[in-house]
């Protein structure tokens, strides 16, 4: 698990970079701070590409997740970042994971959350997340990882049934849509219209595929 940032500086500046380019004529890659950072938009430049980005270090929300935790700042933060999603799931995603991690993942370069994130769910599933791909599934993520906070709190989760559908499948991937709606409670048809549930359920490879004899044990999610 990565807690701290590679740190490399700008390749014209002592700045450090948050983005590095590929340049596919010069078959070169090159990091940029904010200020020498070329303008990408809109596809002014289309021999570069992204290999990765990050926030600035020293960024309003890099420095908001490293407040004290009771502070109001930081609370507001978590409020805004959680419940109220304006830095997306991954957002969400993030805090969880940095809280859980005792580490700043808002600091990491885009690669290095994401083998992150996936290095924790493999381990949160005992290894069943291998029999899904999860790296398009945020609200997979958003929701393993708001399970395991508040699990860490000693607090119990206040999951929605959109959340319980997505950890259930998780748990039992043989389970049917009927076996998850039970459960949840909900209906089918109100499962049908859950986009994470559907991602999820789409990308769950056949038992045959994964050669999936019974159920993987799932030991540390925990809907309670
Ligand atoms: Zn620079």
Known sequence: MKLVADNPCCQ????????????????LDALHCQVHKPDLWPRKLPHLSI?????????????????????????????????LLILGG?????YYLSKLTNSNQFALWNTEF???A???????????????????????????FKLAFEGSRQSRAAT???????????????WSDDAIAEKVPTTVKQLKRNCDYNALRASIKTRRDIGLQTEPSIGRLDLR
């Open 160 to 174: 929605t049934k959109q959340e319980r559908a997505v950890v259930l499948l998780v748990n039992h991937l043989t």
């Open 90 to 94: 991954e957002g969400a995603c993030r």
């Open 114 to 116: 994401e083998d992150n």
């Open 51 to 83: 290999r990765r980005f990050r926030s600035d270090p020293d960024s309003i929300t890099c420095r908001l997740m490293e407040m004290p935790e009771d502070s109001p700042e930081h609370t507001s933060f978590r409020e805004e970042v959680c419940d």
């Open 118 to 144: 996936y290095e924790y769910l493999l381990a949160a599933t005992n290894g069943a997340a291998k029999s899904f791909e999860v790296h398009c599934n945020v609200g997979l993520l958003r929701a393993v």
């Open 12 to 27: 014209l500046c002592d700045r450090p970079a948050i983005i590095e380019l590929r340049d596919s004529i010069q078959a």
